[in-house]
């Protein structure tokens, strides 16, 4: 059914979460895990929510090699995207540069005051994708 699928890393629980389902998907199909960590750049847009927690290239990189580890032992193909900006957008586009068939993203679950006032990356990703989204709530 995937033979690509996408999954976001902010190295929260709830992503950390989204990762270990990413992989049950993906050894269902055979399919190739991408994972993508977006580092934040300055910006206008505000957002101190789980999905930005990643502060350093340095943390993405060990964050992405210890994910590359357990896909390995899960004997899957793995692609490492490590990009910087607006989170919700550098996931949607990375989803239509490898043509996933599949994202898997982490979600806290906001209000929707939250939302409105803070913004949600998987909020984002939802209404701007147009591919197959799963969200992992906690």
């Known amino acids: 059914m995937f033979t690509r699928i996408l999954v976001a890393l902010d190295g929260s629980e709830i992503s950390r979460l989204a990762f270990t389902r990413a992989i049950e998907f993906a050894k269902e199909d ?9 580092v934040n750049s300055p910006h206008i847009w505000k957002d101190d929510s789980p999905a ?3 502060k350093s ?3 993405a990189k060990t964050l992405l090699d210890e994910i590359e580890a357990r896909t390995k032992e899960a004997n899957l193909k793995f692609v490492p995207h490590l990009v ?3 989170p919700g957008d550098r996931i949607v586009s990375i989803a239509d540069e490898i043509d996933a068939d599949l994202i898997v993203i982490g979600s806290l679950g906001k209000s ?3 939302r409105l006032l803070l913004g949600s990356v998987s909020s ?3 209404q701007y ?4 989204i799963i ?3 906690n």
């Open 30 to 38: 055979s399919a190739e895990l991408h994972a993508v960590v977006v």
């Open 52 to 54: 930005n927690q990643t």
């Open 57 to 59: 290239e340095a943390d």
């Open 84 to 86: 910087s900006g607006h």
């Open 112 to 114: 929707h005051l939250d």
């Open 124 to 126: 984002y990703v939802t």
């Open 129 to 132: 994708s147009k591919r197959n």
């Open 135 to 137: 969200v992992i709530r």
